[in-house]
């Protein structure tokens, strides 16, 4: 939309109210809550749920109502944590929800006034000052010094200035000067709005739920084969058709392990309860397993692995240089000189620095240093304060007499001061091609090259380079003349890396995930951030995304000058070829990449709203640090659903060979519909949802990320769910044959070392055994025994399971055999240590 430069009244409120109605409100579309029936069909759509589902729809049919129960109550149990989870963290999302701009100044009936932003209408008068938030897009149609922080919307981190005619985007920050502004665009049809429509795609399954899809989808093919051949073989030795249907059933649900969702989601909830302890908000459960899975992390520069704020970091001076340590606009620091800088050029330079500004600094109630004004000029006046020069203290001594404020065209800014005597002091502050020529300095030519060179250098190396000069006329002069300067030195500043950006990136490598950074800047600062964080090595490529041709087939590390789209084509690519990739991000330019990605990381105080309504994860602290802490919880919740099904699989794996093996050896029902029933009901009850909580092993960040084509039962686990199967089904048969042989209880003496057995894999899986890790397994594997003895012992339970009590003697041999079950899941531990 468009309009003409409004008359001075600007609109009037009548037909501010008619393009309201006619236009809707300046709002972007809010995403309708979602229900909560779709809550929870989303969980049910998960496929062992629905393999459940399925099981509990037999057990229904036959009449089974006591396994109904069992699984009917894993299914709620599961889909309340999943369902409770998403209604927490959507909660919390909107506690940290903040509006972009609530109000805004404009102009109606030649009133100034300040309404909701809501009510922007196009053709409004915006009236903008130092502070304020851009409500909407709009044409600057006045404007003074007026500077704006794009960096949210662009990923730039150095603000712009904006001459009439210029465009401002909604969403853009004042930072300095004052202007005014006609309305162009509101809602959807501004900036922000278009790049919001960009994240209408998501990024579909996450590697765990496409993981375990095959996983039920292959238990429900092997299990229905095998049960009905355990069906065909009984109906063929003679036994009851109703026995056989039921004990098919029965096999159905002992041989899939229905703990697996509750388990997942026990697993998720707890990774989600300790991230939220670090101040990590997980939005969706699954996000917690995928950042487990990422091979490459995808980063934004500003805000991320910098600090968002402009810092001093370089001194040039025609005597020496000088480096500056510290951090944010505290005047905390130090000043190192190179051996050959002088006290005097120093102290000239920075006092210039901080008297040639219009910026200010304050400090906040919990004591941060804030700036109001220009970024780079505050960064100016925090360098100047860790010399001891104090802006307040330098302007009551020089005060300031006239000046020409900075503009686009003349690319410096000029101020003149008084002093005690006569003379006054003449400054100026600019880019250095503005300042490092005649007439503007008289020094010598030699000189001028010389820090043409340096700065030049410093801006090859990602800084903003000032150039700073003066001169002290004898007469204090009326206007300030900006020729026959002298140069005072060269200041290099930079918006620096986050204190923990190095170490994250280090640890992502450690880990065997790529770290990659796609940013909005310039090459050259870039690469100066991607070098220092250890993203690339200096001589690494940086692809400029304006000058590549198609993105697509780049493969690089850093890619600069990247718009919204282009990030989303860069993103996709990695996906096409098979990366799990995290993004992490904080501004309205990052949102559609945030949403594509597998996992959307956003950063909870400094990000934008659209940005955290885009991802997975928002660290509440903007801790980047949290990123790798969120991945090792993935991992280890992901190590853990590989130990539950190696546990659970191997047992039902048991399960049916007993049943299909027993008849050949002489065992005629090695085990009744019920028996089997409640050892599933025992082993993949507590325990197995307890394998869940099991700490992370010790070598969980030194290992690469698991390959995103690899199956959930890949690298080894298969086979080891084979050999501790082979393992449970020797000592359940042997135990039965030898009881059948002697005359004892064969069955129930088969029921009990086969519960039994699967107990013992259950403390054999413990990441950390012999100690007190995991408590609730220990508690949750003991219950489970005494159980299993009540099955034995308890009349109304014997008379439900159809056992028989045993000796003293015989629970012991039958005990110490079970044993192996430990043993077993330890030994393989120990010599396939690459199935853990």
Known sequence: MSTTTPAPRGLSSAEAAARLDRDGPNLLPEKPPVPLWHRILTQLRDPLILVLLAACLLTVVTGDWSDTAVIMLVIVVNTAVGVGQEIRADRAITALTRLTAPVARVIRDGIDRRIPAADVVVGDLLVLAEGDIVPADATVTESAALLVDESALTGESVPVEKARDEPVSSGTIVVRGRGRAVVIAVGVASATGRIAALMAKGSGLTPLQRRLMGVGRLLAGVTVLLCTLVLVLGLVRGQPVELMVITAISLVVAAVPESLPAVVTLSLALGARRMAARNALVRRLPAVETLGSVTVLATD??????????????????????????????????????????????????????????????????????????????????????????RPELERRFPRNAEVPFDSGRKRMTTVHRTAGEGGIVLCKGAPEALLHPPVLLDDPALMARASERAGELAQAGYRVLAVAGARPAHLPAV???????????????????????????????????????????????????????????????????AAGELDEQDAAVYARATPEEKLVLIQSMRDRGQILAMTGDGVNDGPALRRADIGVAMGRRGTEVARQAADLVLADDDLNTVVAAVEEGRRVYTNIRRFLVYGLSGGAAEIAVMLLGPLAGLALPLLPAQILWINLLTHGLPGVALGGEPAIPETMAAPPRPPSQSILGAGLWQRVIRIAVVLTAVSLGVGLWAHETGRPWQSMIFFALGAAQLGVALGSRTRPGSLANPMLLLAVAGAFVLQLAGLYLPPLRELLGTEPLAAGDLLVVTALSVLGYAAARLDRILHPSGK
């Open 301 to 390: 520069k500003t805000g991320t692995l910098t600090e968002g704020s402009m810092v001093v970091r370089r001194l040039w001076t025609p005597a020496g240089e000088a480096t500056i340590s510290g951090s944010g606009y505290a005047p905390e620091g130090e000043i190192t000189g190179d051996g050959t800088l002088d006290d005097r050029s120093l102290m000239e330079l920075l006092t210039a620095a901080a008297l040639c500004n219009d910026a200010t600094l304050s400090m906040g109630d919990e004591g941060e240093w804030t700036a109001i004004g220009d970024p780079t000029e505050a960064a100016l006046l925090a360098a100047a304060a860790k010399a001891g020069l104090h």
């Open 480 to 546: 300030a003349d900006e020729s026959g300067l002298s140069l005072l030195g060269l200041i290099a500043i930079m918006d620096p890396p986050r204190p923990a950006a190095a170490a994250t990136i280090a640890a992502c490598k450690r880990a065997g995930i790529r770290p990659v950074l796609i940013t909005g800047d310039h090459p050259g600062t870039a690469r100066a951030i991607a070098t220092d964080v250890g993203i690339i090595g200096p001589a690494d490529l940086v692809v400029d995304c304006r």
